[in-house]
T-cell receptor, first 113, second 116 residues
């Protein structure tokens, strides 16, 4: 298995633009997680899905952020409109039902100017 | 609510010396405990976990961790550090609750620096 795949790896955009981050989890994993990492706030869980259903979105900063998982092999995190304070590394992770450990993708480094 | 504390922002150790990265936790009920490592410009990588059984857990790259229920600690250890072990280390806890899902609570991370 190729592991968790994220795209793009780097994204530079201007304030006010829409940004879409993409994730392909490991095949067979039931859970998918979106995290954000910054120097100031560390690692934050934004939202996670179980069997494509959002379970906990309490970490989503505000209505500008939305996440979807239309099928077991694909998820998106969208920011609209983007702001400079959204600049961070966004990680997607997936996990199996009974193993509990999570497997992280390489991350998307987002810079909003 | 559960929480994880990593009291040291940075740990410095000489190559060949033993290393310890500290972690304490607070959770209702029994915990599952994890260590992850993050190398520069990479995602977090699973190192080891404690679920049940032997309090000493062995993981990848020669790392091990000891679960101490009375001290609510799960310190990461390695007998002989390598320069290549230099990275950011995260401790995480998962409370075992009915319907608790797989939501990990991570510590703030400890930067390990191993010098020649």
């Amino acid at each position: 298995d190729a592991g968790v795949i994220q795209s793009p790896r780097h994204e530079v955009t201007e304030m006010g633009q829409e940004v879409t981050l993409r994730c392909k989890p490991i095949s067979g994993h039931d859970y998918l997680f979106w995290y954000r990492q910054t120097m100031m706030r560390g690692l934050e869980l934004l939202i996670y899905f179980n069997n494509n259903v959002p379970i906990d979105d309490s970490g989503m900063p505000e209505d500008r952020f939305s996440a979807k998982m239309p099928n077991a092999s694909f998820s998106t995190l969208k920011i609209q409109p983007s702001e400079p304070r959204d600049s961070a590394v966004y990680f997607c992770a997936s996990g199996g039902r009974d193993s509990y450990e999570q497997y992280f993708g390489p991350g998307t480094r987002l810079t909003v100017t | 609510a559960q929480s994880v504390a990593q009291p040291e922002d940075q740990v410095n150790v000489a190559e060949g010396n033993p290393l310890t990265v500290k972690c304490t936790y607070s959770v209702s009920g029994n915990p599952y405990l994890f260590w992850y490592v993050q190398y520069p410009n990479r995602g977090l990588q699973f190192l080891l976990k404690y679920i049940t059984g032997d309090n000493l857990v062995k993981g990848s790259y020669g790392f091990e961790a000891e679960f101490n229920k009375s001290q609510t600690s799960f310190h990461l250890k390695k007998p002989s550090a390598l320069v290549s072990d230099s990275a950011l280390y995260f401790c995480a806890v998962l409370p075992i609750l009915t319907g608790g899902g797989n939501k990990l609570t991570f510590g703030t991370g400890t930067q390990l620096k191993v010098e020649l």
